[in-house]
């Protein structure tokens, strides 16, 4: 049984700065490609990063690009989310989730539906 467990988010002030933590266990989570999406009340799922098996390879959308950084520690069976400069619209709740499939070359999973497993989610708010 796969199991994610994030943490890290609060209460920041625009311009402020977190750091999203997610440990997975029961799975190889080493040859996982991971990905973090967050949500806001009545919205959908949104991705905000991805990262590949090694850590080699990373995506983001423009809404985050060049304030959020994804990255992981193989040995510690965990994937983090650096977020600098955060926004009020910044604010929602943050899942990571993980692939259990290999992602074809050159290709960046970005849809919920290509993610097998998910935590629970941490809220991360954002004052103006």
């Known amino acids: 049984q796969v199991q994610l467990v994030e943490s890290g988010g609060g209460l920041v002030q625009a311009g402020g700065s977190l750091r999203l933590s997610c440990v997975v266990s029961?799975?190889?989570?080493?040859?996982?490609?991971m990905g973090w999406f967050r949500q806001r009340p009545g919205q959908e799922r949104e991705f905000v990063a991805y990262?590949?098996?090694?850590?080699?390879?990373?995506y983001y959308p423009d809404s985050v690009k060049g304030r959020f950084s994804i990255s992981r520690a193989n040995a510690k069976n965990s994937v983090y989310l650096q977020m600098n400069s955060l926004k009020p619209e910044d604010t929602a709740v943050y899942y990571c989730?993980?692939?259990?499939?290999?992602?074809?070359?050159?290709?960046?999973?970005?849809?919920?539906?290509?993610?097998?497993?998910w935590g629970q989610g941490t809220q991360v708010t954002v004052s103006s």
């Open positions: 989730a993980a692939r259990a499939r290999p992602v074809v070359a050159y290709t960046h999973p970005k849809t919920p539906s290509e993610y097998q497993y």
């Open positions: 029961g799975g190889a989570f080493s040859s996982f490609p």
């Open positions: 990262i590949n098996w090694s850590g080699g390879t990373t």
